[in-house]
């Protein structure tokens, strides 16, 4: 005979994946009442009650955790997959601002944010760089940026060439 245990959140309402900014917040309105928290990983999320349905999950660093949502009985009112990331949009936003001549895109590779497209010159490539670098991370943890930006001006060289003919004769003097 074999006995299988359920997790009280086998008969949850739902399963939720839910991506969240570092240093941002997503407010999320629960199915029904609850009334305990379970984080696996605290240092990744927070939450935050605003009432028996409504909570906001707060991201602290880069990672993935679950939360768990229980009613008074201990059954499962919600199980969240929460994966923390950096806030691209406000990294976007930011190189914009900035930068607004100039054609770059970011995205989220891994645990790195990659920096694609086309810049003026070498020295916007940087700055960029390093402001995705302060934006995304600031002091609190290190980010990996992966630079693949291109330059859009190459050097040119102009060549000014003269064509001549000369025809091989007899010449009489």
């Known amino acids: 005979c074999v006995l299988f245990a359920l997790s009280p959140l ?25 009334s305990t928290v379970s984080i ?9 009650r605003h009432s028996n349905r409504k909570v906001s999950i ?10 768990d949502f229980l009613n008074s009985d ?3 009112v919600l199980r969240t997959n929460v994966e923390v990331t950096y806030d691209v949009p406000a ?10 001549a100039e ?13 694609s497209g086309a810049v003026t010159d070498a020295e916007i490539g940087y700055r960029i760089e ?11 943890e290190p980010v990996n940026v992966i630079n693949l930006l291109q330059i859009r001006t ?7 060439v003269r064509i001549g003919e000369i025809q091989r004769g007899t010449v009489d003097i």
Do not use: W
């Open 154 to 160: 190459g050097q040119q060289v102009m060549l000014r």
């Open 91 to 100: 990294v976007k936003m930011a190189i914009r601002r900035f930068f607004p």
């Open 10 to 34: 086998a008969n949850a309402a739902a399963i939720e994946s839910i991506t969240v900014p570092a240093n941002r917040s997503e407010i999320i309105d629960l199915p029904n009442n609850y």
């Open 58 to 67: 707060v991201g602290r660093k880069q990672g993935r955790t679950q939360i």
């Open 40 to 48: 696996k990983d605290q240092s990744v999320a927070r939450v935050i």
């Open 130 to 140: 390093q402001i995705t670098k302060q934006f995304a991370g600031g002091k609190k």
């Open 74 to 76: 201990g059954k499962g």
């Open 103 to 115: 054609a770059v895109d970011i995205q989220i590779v891994n645990d790195a944010l990659v920096l």
